[in-house]
Structure formats: structure tokens, C-alpha cells
């Protein structure tokens, strides 16, 4: 993986205190790091209770499955599909932009369609089994654990996750951005992988489900930071906001994505006081 730069390691690697690196050298336990180590999880709806408990307080207001055209500066603000607008923030992937942008000038459409990323299949498996080992997540790192690269324990975070008496995980295959989506023989192998690792037996498995996305991670190779700075500063001289993990092409996890969304608002809020 030459082609990739230190970039990926920001704020996913944290710099060690000093004061830990000297104790753990001695012998020291540390706390070590702890941003992940505990955090809340819907009791129901899955991921999606978050999401739904934010929109549930804005109803009447969000419009749904209204695909956005044409998007062109319009004086001093936006305008979306014809429709005027003072301020517009945007979270669709900067890859997508360049058939929404008439405008749009060859370098920028070239720099934002240039942009690596990988997509990602999630695979619930469900399990005829009481319960599952005490852990959150595991990595698969290994050919002959199968394609997956990522396992959770779903049934874990809210026993609601599964039916009384049985259990559920979820596997997270990557693959490369923009490609056709993998076939069905992943989740075979996906199952097949995991009787290998020891994670579950075959005659365990009661079904399998599938959500693909063709946008899930950042890729940070040589050109990234370049083909960014180009993206970015067009859509915000254009008077467009971008914002979320591939609105901004930044590695951000939920939390984060959700602490900047309310960051933004404060800020445009004031903008039209």
C-alpha cells in the first residue's frame, strides 16, 4: 500500500501521554485509550433510533426523496432544483457533485471524481444460540477467516437485536469504491470464514441479510489532500456548506459528524439573526 499517506492515521491514532508511555515501559498498567471503551446504543431500531429520534423532532420540515438536479450560485445564495436558498449545506458524497454542478469547471470535476473511497457490504447473521462471548467487536485480519475484515456482536450493544434465546452479528465486508457490488457468494464465504475463525458453527446459522453502501471509507492515497483542497474550495465559493464524512471526504465517525452538524447550525443560525 505505497500509495497511501499518514493522512488515515489523524485522529484515529492517539498521540500517548508521555507520562503513560514512561509507566507502560516500567510496567505500569495505563488506561490507555478510552474514547470508544464505552458509549450508548439505541434499545430499539438499531443505529437508525438515532437518526429517527433527531427527525422525529423536525417533522413537517424535512422533505424526503426529492433528488437534487441542478445546483447553481444564485447572487448572493443557492439555488436547488430551481427552488432559492440563503445558505445550503451539503452531505452528499463530493464524488456525486460533478452531475449536479452544470458549472462545475474540468479541474474540480477532475479532482472530485479522482477521489478514493471503498464501499461496504454489512452482513447480518442470525443465530440460533442463547448468547454470544462478552465483546463488542472484533477484527478479522487473517485470509482464512474470509472476507470480512470487521465483526459485531449486534445482539450485545440491545438484547432487542434478536429474538429471546437467539443471537445476532453483523460482518463488514470493504471493497473498492464505485465497483459493482459483491455477489452472493460473499456471504458464503463470509459464513464459511467464520466457522474457520471458530466465531460460530455452520448449523448455528438460522439466515442472512444484506445492506451495502457505496460510500463507507476515506481512501488516503498520495493525491488525496490535493484533490480535496480543490473540491472544497469550490463548493464553498460557490456558497455551498460541505459537510459529513463524504461531504468533507473527512474520516469521521458518528459522533463527530453529529458535534459538527450542530456546530454548523449554531453558526448559520447566527448568520440570520
Not at 90 to 102: A, G
Not at 113 to 132: F, K, Q, W
Not at 145 to 168: D, F, H, I, W
Request: hydrophobic share 40%; aromatic share 10%.
Amino acid at each position: 500500500m505505497d500509495f497511501l499517506t499518514s493522512d488515515w492515521v489523524a485522529g484515529r491514532v492517539p498521540d500517548a501521554p508521555i507520562e503513560d508511555v514512561i509507566r507502560a515501559g516500567i510496567g505500569i498498567r495505563t488506561e490507555g485509550y478510552t474514547h470508544q471503551s464505552v458509549f450508548y446504543y439505541p434499545k430499539t431500531g438499531g443505529f437508525q433510533g438515532i437518526t429517527d429520534g433527531m427527525a422525529a423532532k423536525l417533522d413537517g420540515i424535512i422533505h424526503l426523496n426529492t433528488p437534487v438536479q441542478e445546483v447553481r450560485k444564485q447572487g448572493e445564495g443557492v439555488s436547488v432544483n430551481g427552488e432559492e436558498f440563503d445558505l445550503c449545506v451539503s452531505t452528499l458524497p463530493l464524488t456525486y457533485n460533478p452531475r449536479m454542478f452544470p458549472d462545475m469547471p474540468a479541474d474540480v470535476v477532475k479532482a472530485m471524481t479522482e477521489l478514493e473511497y471503498n464501499g461496504i457490504a454489512s452482513i447480518l447473521v442470525a443465530l440460533d444460540r442463547p448468547e454470544h462471548p462478552d465483546l463488542s467487536w472484533i477484527y478479522l485480519p487473517h485470509e482464512s477467516q474470509g472476507p470480512a475484515n470487521r465483526v459485531t456482536y449486534m445482539s450485545n450493544y440491545a438484547t432487542l437485536n434478536a429474538p429471546e434465546g437467539k443471537t445476532s452479528l453483523m460482518a463488514e465486508v470493504t471493497f473498492r469504491g464505485g465497483e459493482e457490488f459483491p455477489g452472493e457468494q460473499m456471504e458464503k464465504d463470509v459464513l464459511a470464514g467464520f466457522v474457520n475463525a471458530g466465531i460460530m458453527k455452520a448449523d448455528e446459522v438460522l439466515f442472512t441479510d444484506r445492506s451495502t453502501a457505496n460510500h463507507a471509507y476515506v481512501v488516503f492515497d498520495a493525491m488525496y489532500a490535493k484533490r480535496r483542497e480543490v473540491a472544497l474550495g469550490w463548493l464553498e465559493g460557490m456558497g455551498v456548506t460541505p459537510l459529513g464524512r463524504f461531504g468533507r471526504f473527512e474520516y469521521d465517525n458518528s459522533d463527530q459528524c453529529v458535534i459538527k452538524a450542530r456546530a454548523l447550525a449554531k453558526t448559520m443560525l447566527a448568520k440570520l439573526e
